[in-house]
Structures are given as C-alpha cells and as structure tokens.
C-alpha cells in the first residue's frame, strides 16, 4: 500500500472521475441507468406478500416487519403497497391512506 499524500490524490481522483463518468452515462441513457441503479421491486400489494421479491431482494421478514411498523401497519392487511426503492429503503402505503385520498378526490 502506498500511504503517499500523491498515492492518495491519485486514489480520489479516480473515484471522482469514475464517479462522474457513471453519473453521465445514467443520465443520458435509461438502459444503463437501470442496469447500474436497478428498479424498484413491490414487496406487498393489497395486503399480499410476494415471497419471491423478499427472497430475490435478500429481505428477511424481520425487516419487513420493521418497515411496516414503523409505517404503522400492524399486519399485511394494513398495506396498500410496499416497495424496496433503489436506495435500499422500503417505502409503505398504508391501505386507510389510500382510501381516505380516494374518497376526498370524489367528494
């Protein structure tokens, strides 16, 4: 290892021109944005669990659960939808939400 103050400019001058070529190959095509940054992926919808996507996404269901409470929802039947967002964090509608939006649209 070089512990070099030039060995550590070197090292950060690289990661920031890497950093900027990815940043604006993303931004000019949707393909590699969503080969590099990925989708998205439903976890729940309408109260139903998609097994496949939590293993898929390496979620347990402890994490899940965590989400869920924190989002206060007390069971899979509270959700509208829940969603691991590409940042890693999973986002959660709760059902009453969604309604109570719905109905004032209406009215």
Do not use: W
């Not at 070529?21 to 931004?27: D, N, P, R």
């Not at 919808?45 to 998609?50: I, R």
């Not at 898929?56 to 206060?72: D, V």
């Not at 590409?86 to 969604?98: E, F, K, L």
């Amino acid at each position: 290892g070089d512990n070099s103050v030039i060995g550590g400019l070197v090292s950060a001058s690289t990661l920031f021109v890497l950093n900027s070529t990815v940043g604006f190959i993303t931004a000019r095509s949707k393909r590699a944005e969503a080969l590099i940054e990925g989708h998205p992926i439903v976890l729940i919808h309408n109260g139903k669990l998609y097994d496949a996507m939590l293993k898929r996404a390496n979620i347990t269901r402890h994490e899940l659960n965590s989400a869920l409470r924190q989002a206060g929802c007390g069971c899979l039947d509270d959700v509208q939808y829940a969603v691991l967002e590409n940042s890693g964090a999973i986002s959660v509608v709760p059902r009453d939400r969604v309604e109570e939006r719905g109905m004032r649209d209406e009215g």
